[in-house]
């Protein structure tokens, strides 16, 4: 039953990995951030043996205390009080500082890594044919990118905190054999035990979470699939059916989680247990042996914390291997999206840095023999820096003719060639690093603001956004956002106004500095206002930069150094705006049509 549901969320590509090959993904990932990680460690290291030393200088304050009581009149008393006291506070802050930075760096180990996977996703699924999206939806697509790479990003953090208390562990067993082997050895009776008891529970965690994993994807598909047919649902009077079905899929949910919870809630309670037997056992020994006049009181104290914070991070074991399931299930996914195959081919020669020259010569491309050519025997030669517009009906090809220059799809004849290279025999990789793309409807990952202009450069600097984002005017709004720079972008961007979410798209566009840009309609959907602030800061995204707009509003096709006309898939007219006018062809009736509203103040040559 369970195996039925779970097939539900999954896409037609993907497939399972083995944890081994999941983590020989990861590896590079981390590597990228070892920085972070070694820091992280290094803190927690410090963090590790402050926390040590701090009940030592109290059991020494203890310690005097007993002395004091029985030997009334020491002289030196006071003054060892005053000065361990000290030292006590003094480790208990150092400890709270190592913590924080300990934390800071966590933080910049996962988001850094969230950015590098979402970075390459995003390039990958970038790579693909428009096909590929017309084949997948895009709401799971941008779950994948954005909600699977923070999920294993924040593994990052988890496995640092492992590696914590395995060197917590080592480090206070070790502090505890070195004053008293005896002693520890008795409390240490109770180890085998207890991983005896974690292992057998294990079992049931990675059962459960498998589990609870497959219901909710369950419940999460059928939501969708139903909301998004509800039209259906509604016109075929079956409403009462998919509630039905949706309620037994949610119950099944929320037994599973029952289940789940019942087992991991246990946890905390079940170590606690374990940390009372071998207190009880130290306690016992460990008092006898006071009484014996073997070790001090202090020592018993010091021994009694250590064993606490000994078993304390043990508690969080539970919740590490939920965390460690639920992001290799989201590495499954994502690697699983990154894995498609691309059927533009990757390989070739890799693109030289570009001058940004574009050439088209008799090219031909239709989607599918049967529909036609869409593209018929086209030429066109761009220089580097021109600023050309593309103008033409809807249908007649603009759209194509930039993807097919992105490689978005494989022209059947003719060539196109940048810099005087054919681009079929170029890495469409490294030539799409070099092109920017802004489209009508600009795409916003959940994140901050900053995190969706890293995007198309990881590596860049505080400076660097602050100077795209000032170029293009963004800043102004920005500041007005809660957190500015690190505000929050809901899903698909829907806290922002189009207008806002452009201009963070070409803010985006610029930090990634392309030779070639290309802008599809980007400012066809925002009111007259925005358009003149974005009209604005374009004129510095096409400075040094080949630039094609296919435009929808006029005063982008007015500064143009030439204008294009495509009709039914090839060029009918081109010059600038006056020459194109005094023509009185195509564009003069485009002109009329689309154009001459906005433009009232626009003479018509
Ligand atoms: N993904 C696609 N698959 C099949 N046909 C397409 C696809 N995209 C566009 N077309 C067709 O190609 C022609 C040109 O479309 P397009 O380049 O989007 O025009 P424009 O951008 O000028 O409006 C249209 O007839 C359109 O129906
Ligand atoms: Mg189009």
Redesign the pocket.
């Given at each position: 039953m369970w195996r039925v549901l779970g097939t539900l969320s999954k896409e037609s590509y993907d497939r399972q990995y083995s944890d081994r090959e999941l983590l020989r993904r990861l590896i590079p990932y981390i590597g990228a951030q070892k920085k972070f990680f070694v820091l992280s460690i290094l803190f927690s290291a410090c963090r590790a043996i402050a926390s040590l030393v701090t009940p030592l200088f109290f059991a020494i304050v203890f310690e005097e205390l007993v002395r004091l009581g029985t030997s009334a009149g020491a002289i030196t008393g006071p003054t060892t009080i005053w000065l361990f006291s000290g030292f006590y506070v003094l480790f208990l802050v150092l400890e709270w500082v190592f913590s924080y930075f300990n934390s800071v760096n966590k933080q910049k180990l996962q988001s850094n890594t969230m950015y590098a996977l979402r970075h390459d996703l995003f390039k990958r699924v970038n790579q693909h044919e428009?096909?590929f999206f017309?084949r997948n939806k895009t709401g799971l697509l941008m779950a994948r990118i954005s909600g699977d790479a923070f999920q294993v990003g924040s593994v990052m953090n988890t496995v640092v905190d492992f590696v914590e208390i395995v060197m917590f562990s080592v480090v206070i067993l070790g502090a505890m054999f070195a004053i008293n082997w005896q002693l520890t050895a008795l409390a240490a009776l109770v180890f085998p035990l207890l991983f005896a008891f974690i292992f057998v529970l294990r079992k049931y965690l990675r059962r459960y979470s498998l589990l609870q994993r497959r219901a909710e994807a369950a419940v999460n598909s059928a939501t969708e699939e139903y909301i998004r047919g509800v039209q259906v649902t509604k016109s075929f009077g079956q409403e009462q059916r998919v509630q039905r079905h949706y309620e037994a899929l949610q119950s099944r949910k929320a037994s599973v989680n029952a289940r789940r919870f019942f087992v991991f809630r246990s946890f905390p309670e079940i170590i606690d247990f374990f940390t009372a037997i071998a207190l009880f056992i130290f306690l016992v020994g460990g008092g006898i042996d006071v009484l014996r006049g073997g070790i001090t009181p202090g020592i018993l104290y010091l021994f009694i914390t250590y064993i606490r914070r000994l078993f304390q991070p043990l508690v969080q074991l539970g919740t590490f291997y939920a965390t460690l399931q639920g992001g290799f299930a989201a590495a499954e996914r994502m690697f699983s999206l990154m894995d498609v195959e691309v059927s533009v081919k990757a390989g070739g020669q890799t693109c030289p840095p570009l001058k940004g020259r574009i050439e088209f010569r008799n090219v031909f491309f239709a989607?599918?023999k049967k529909?036609g050519d869409?593209i018929r025997n086209l030429s066109l030669d761009v220089p580097p820096g021109e600023l050309l517009a593309i103008v033409?009906e809807?249908?007649?090809?603009?759209?194509?003719l930039a993807s097919l220059l992105a490689r978005f799809y494989e022209y059947q004849e003719g060539e196109i060639l940048v810099d005087g290279i054919p681009i079929n025999r170029l890495d469409p990789d490294s030539l799409r690093d070099q092109l920017g793309y802004v489209l009508q409807d600009p795409f916003l990952f959940t994140g901050t603001i900053r995190e969706n202009l890293l995007l198309g450069a990881p590596g860049a600097t505080r400076d660097d956004i602050d100077q795209a984002v000032k170029a293009v005017r963004a800043n102004t709004f920005i500041k007005t956002l809660p957190g500015g720079l690190d505000a929050t972008v809901l899903e698909q961007g829907r806290n922002l106004s189009q207008g806002q979410k452009q201009l963070l798209a070409l803010a985006r566009v610029l930090l990634k500095d392309p030779a070639i840009l290309i802008l599809d309609e980007a400012t066809a959907s925002v009111d007259a206002y925005t358009e003149k602030m974005i009209q604005d800061a374009l004129e510095r995204v096409f400075e040094d930069r080949t630039t094609i707009v296919?435009a929808h509003r006029l005063s982008t096709v007015l500064n143009a150094d030439r204008i294009i006309v495509?009709d039914n898939g090839r060029i009918v007219e081109e010059g600038t705006h006056v020459e194109l006018i005094r023509r009185e062809g195509r564009y003069r009736e485009l002109y009329k049509t689309y154009y001459a509203h906005q433009g009232m103040l626009e003479p018509m040559a």
């Open positions: 428009l096909q017309d989607y599918s529909k869409v033409g809807t249908g007649a090809g603009k759209t194509t296919i495509m």
